[in-house]
């Protein structure tokens, strides 16, 4: 299974809503990434998790809670979103150590906040 | 820092016409260098990919070699087909894996 999943596909929330992004990899890799990718733009780095702990944040709004229950999932919580949260978000995942460790990346949640 | 720099484009070419899509890389220590496509409405894939320098990565008629003189991983197909059309990110990757850099993208379309 070389395949990382995302629900929901499309998700429209109003600003005082709460809401999380699911995803999931049986590639038993142990590095997990959120990417948020505005229109005619490359993804931005959000979130990385290795082993299960949160190793990079970059600088991300706190209306944005990442969580790693276990290897294979990663959540996306999400409360009090501007109308600019809006975007395509994208998981992905890779190997970590030593070697090529390519992300494989998953379809991603297309998000619009009312 | 590190950076990727890729022309933008759009670039529209007719069908069976050669395709170069350029990019360059600024690094410090030695990256690996990734092309990744996405097409419509959908998440990135990854198109080919090398780990040092003379690398030539390849992948369903794509090409790109690793030129650490030039800074250098071009794209290239030799015929591209309207399934072609999406948009090329060039990608570089340090510390091993855990930290992407990506390029702005270059948005192809292949017209019949």
């Known amino acids: 299974d070389t395949e990382v999943t995302q629900t929901p596909k499309h998700l429209v929330m109003g600003m005082t809503n709460k809401k999380s992004l699911k995803c999931e990899q049986h590639?038993?890799?142990?590095?997990m990434y959120w990417y948020k990718q505005k229109a005619k733009k490359p993804p931005e780095l959000m979130f990385v998790y290795s082993y299960e702990k949160l190793s990079i944040n970059e600088s991300v709004p706190s209306r944005f809670s990442p969580e790693c229950p276990n290897s294979s999932l990663l959540n996306l919580h999400l409360h009090a979103l501007q109308p600019e949260d809006s975007a395509l978000y994208l998981c992905?995942?890779?190997?970590?150590?030593?070697?090529?460790?390519?992300?494989?990346f998953g379809p991603g949640t297309r998000l619009t906040v009312l | 820092g590190n950076s990727v720099t890729q022309m933008e484009g759009p670039v529209t070419l007719s069908e069976e016409a050669f395709l170069t899509i350029n990019c360059t890389y600024t690094?410090?220590?030695?990256?690996?260098l990734f092309w990744y496509v996405q097409y419509p409405g959908e998440g990135l894939q990854l198109l080919l990919k090398?780990?040092?320098?003379?690398d030539k990565g390849s992948n369903k008629g794509f090409e790109a070699t690793y030129r650490k003189e030039t800074t250098s991983f071009h794209l290239e197909k030799g015929s591209v087909q309207v399934s072609d059309s999406a948009v090329y990110f060039c990608a570089l990757s340090i510390n091993y894996g855990q930290n992407f850099v990506f390029g702005p993208g270059t948005r192809l379309s292949v017209l019949p």
């Open positions: 090398a780990t040092k320098a003379d």
């Open positions: 590639m038993g890799h142990r590095a």
């Open positions: 992905a995942s890779s190997q970590v150590g030593q070697g090529l460790n390519e992300q494989f």
């Open positions: 690094a410090t220590g030695y990256p690996s």
